[in-house]
């Protein structure tokens, strides 16, 4: 069992930046999402990272705004949002899946947190 934690939500306006940060119970060797859910939305992916770093993947509207980073020695993930928009506003939800592979499959991760609300404002 891995408990995940997200911290850094807020309110921010539109243009600004943000960073979330997720913290994993234990070091594992498994790939790490962050999903998020706007009101009367699914769930959907943002970006995901390896175990190790060395590789990420983002849904289009993040690529070249958002980062998503890892510290594998605090058992940390990161994601830095710049250029926030209005229709970034959602739930951010930090997940772990068993497995070293990067996957943009909600049901391929086994372990979420509690999520963390993100409000842009226009």
């Known amino acids: 069992q891995v408990q995940l934690v997200e911290s850094g939500g807020g309110l921010v306006q539109a243009g600004g930046s943000m960073r979330l940060s997720c913290a994993a119970s234990?070091?594992?060797?498994?790939?790490m999402g962050w999903f998020r859910q706007a009101p009367g939305k699914e769930r959907e992916f943002v970006a995901a990272?390896?175990?190790?770093?060395?590789?990420?993947d983002y849904t289009d509207s993040a690529k070249g705004r958002f980062t998503i980073s890892r510290d594998s020695a605090k058992n940390t993930v990161d994601l830095q949002m710049n250029g926030l928009k209005p229709e970034d506003t959602a739930v951010y939800y930090c997940?772990?899946?068993?497995?070293?592979?990067?996957?943009?499959?909600?049901?391929?991760?086994?372990?979420w947190g509690q999520g963390t609300q993100v409000t842009v404002s226009s």
């Open positions: 997940a772990s899946r068993i497995g070293v592979l990067l996957s943009p499959q909600l049901n391929d991760y086994q372990y």
């Open positions: 990272i390896t175990w190790n770093g060395d590789s990420t």
């Open positions: 234990k070091r594992t060797v498994y790939a």
